[in-house]
């Protein structure tokens, strides 16, 4: 039996709750092109806003939105661009910024740091573990940090 309304229900219906895609952002642009794209991704804390890296690692590397260079050779350590790739980075159709991981606010941000040997504490203040299991409602009363996409595009 499939929830009714299943958003504002959320975490009650653990398994579909969980099924849930949560790593496609939309950015506001249905028919993105790639001319004159820019995207970044910043950390806002009560205490910061506009931070482009955790514990000195881009968020957009940490993200896995940056690991090719402008030639499209892997690159490690990013360039510093968002890496505009139809179907995998970004949806042109709908204007969505699309991220390698399930959960890339947790589990991709763990992933990262011990890809590079920085393991971080589950309990980290970088991990925002309670997108995945709070309802948006809830979530806005508590967040003290977030995570915010800011760039400009051009659109058909």
């Known amino acids: 039996m499939r929830p009714i309304n299943l958003l504002s229900a959320g975490p009650a219906y653990r398994d579909p709750w969980r099924l849930l895609v949560k790593?496609?952002?939309?950015?506001?642009?249905?028919?993105?092109?790639?001319?004159?794209?820019?995207?970044?991704?910043?950390?806002?804390?009560?205490?910061?806003?506009?931070?482009?890296?955790?514990?000195?690692?881009p968020l957009l590397v940490i993200l896995g939105l940056d690991r090719y260079s402008s030639d499209g050779m892997p690159a490690p350590r990013g360039d510093g661009v968002f890496d505009y790739r139809p179907g995998r980075t970004i949806d042109q159709t709908h204007g969505d910024v699309i991220l390698p991981y399930v959960r890339p606010f947790d589990d991709g941000i763990?992933?990262?740091?011990?890809?590079?040997?920085?393991?971080?504490?589950?309990?980290?203040?970088?991990?925002?573990?309670?997108?995945?299991?709070?309802?948006?409602?809830?979530?806005?009363?508590?967040?003290?940090?977030r995570y915010v996409f800011k760039g400009s595009a051009m659109h058909q």
Do not use: K, M
């Open 110 to 145: 763990q992933r990262y740091f011990a890809s590079i040997g920085q393991p971080i504490s589950p309990t980290s203040n970088v991990l925002l573990p309670q997108l995945y299991d709070t309802t948006t409602t809830a979530l806005a009363r508590r967040l003290a940090s």
């Open 23 to 57: 790593s496609i952002y939309p950015i506001g642009y249905p028919g993105v092109i790639n001319y004159q794209f820019e995207l970044g991704v910043f950390q806002q804390t009560d205490v910061t806003f506009g931070q482009h890296s955790v514990l000195g690692q």
